[in-house]
């Protein structure tokens, strides 16, 4: 009898704010494994904002997600057929199957993780690439100094609250900003930032204004919009701001600055990173975090959709900040 494999297609490209009805659940049968092959039972689905972009059929860097093709994404998962020597069966791996239940590959897409001390989700999470996206963002273009302040958007997220975790690390004044008291409560006392500002308090510049008295020398930018705009009136001279995501733009939507001619007047670096192209400093970057998590000096928090047919919703869900940590889909 064969297999199948479900499936979630991109149906169609968003017009505006994005919905269930962009995308198609699909049975496809399993064709049998060529040589050379692996296949991989998916348990984990990771859910990031890049996705949003990949959507539309505009110009960034990288190509558009094709249409009726399955959504991109990164999966955890264990080996449960091989033709391939690289790999055994029982082998659990890392790769990028995207949003199924099995992925077929040649292997080249595939690295053989441990689970020993580190679980089989958290290689999406703080040991995968939202934690490689903070880890590069603070250490290579913030480059923190022990003293200084540095400022997250985000903060209570999967890249988030790993950058300010490192900042403290480095000696660092870390504030975060979120939405809503439970979050700001979390990355305060949980995650050890010095300070949460709430983005919907209503204040925003007058809160983060007194959560950073020395001003802000250093700031992972994941939002865009007002968050922006209100901290690059608080940075200092020679401040450097890691752009990492404009979730606030995500839908189309024009984010322009207020006041652009800060990045002037107090010389600031703004130097925006895609973390796939950075593959050199992956090695040393998992390194570190996978030795944080073993020993749990690194905490991080994950929102678990149940079932792959909740994904789009889950998806949907996580662009409207209503995940906390990581956004992850269990499949098994």
């Given amino acids: 009898m064969t297999q199948t494999n479900r499936q979630i297609l991109l149906a169609s490209r968003p017009e505006g704010v994005a919905s269930v009805d962009n995308f198609r659940l699909v049975e496809t049968p399993l064709a049998p494994l060529a040589q050379g092959q692996v296949r991989v039972r998916n348990h984990w689905l990771s859910l990031d904002p890049y996705m949003r972009g990949r959507m539309n059929d505009s110009k960034s860097y990288a190509v558009p997600q094709p249409l009726d093709s399955v959504m991109i994404g990164?999966?955890?998962?264990?080996?449960v057929e091989s033709l391939n020597p690289k790999f055994k069966v029982?082998?659990?791996v890392v790769g990028m199957a995207g949003w199924q239940e099995f992925g077929t590959s040649d292997g080249s897409d595939l690295h053989v993780v441990d689970t020993t001390h580190v679980p089989l989700s958290a290689y999406l999470g703080p040991v995968g690439m939202p934690g490689v996206t903070g880890w590069y963002?603070?250490?290579?273009i913030i480059a923190p100094k022990a003293g200084e302040t540095v400022v997250v958007s985000a903060a209570s997220g999967a890249v988030g609250s790993v950058v300010g975790q490192l900042a403290k690390r480095a000696g660092c004044r870390a504030v975060g900003i979120a939405g809503g008291a439970e979050k700001c409560?979390?990355?305060?006392?949980e995650l050890g930032f010095d300070a949460c500002v709430d983005y919907k308090g209503g204040n925003l510049y007058q809160d983060l204004k007194a959560a950073t008295p020395d001003g802000v020398d250093g700031y992972f930018e994941n939002v865009g919009g007002a968050v922006l705009d209100a901290t690059l009136a608080r940075m200092n001279a020679f401040?450097?701001?890691a752009l990492c995501g404009m979730i606030a733009g995500y839908d189309g939507e024009p984010v322009p600055l207020k006041y652009p001619q800060l990045i002037l007047t107090q010389r600031l670096l703004v130097q925006g990173f895609i973390v796939s192209e950075h593959l050199d400093v992956w090695p040393q970057a998992l390194t570190e975090l996978g030795a944080l998590v073993a020993q749990k000096k690194l905490a991080y928090r994950e929102t678990v959709a149940e079932g792959l047919e909740n994904a789009p919703a889950a998806f949907l869900g996580m662009l409207k900040g209503q995940n906390?940590?990581?956004q992850l889909v269990k499949l098994i």
């Fill in 324 to 326: 906390f940590g990581k």
């Fill in 185 to 189: 409560r979390y990355v305060v006392e």
């Fill in 74 to 79: 990164g999966t955890t998962g264990e080996v």
């Fill in 137 to 140: 963002g603070l250490n290579r």
């Fill in 90 to 92: 029982g082998d659990k």
């Fill in 239 to 241: 401040g450097r701001i």
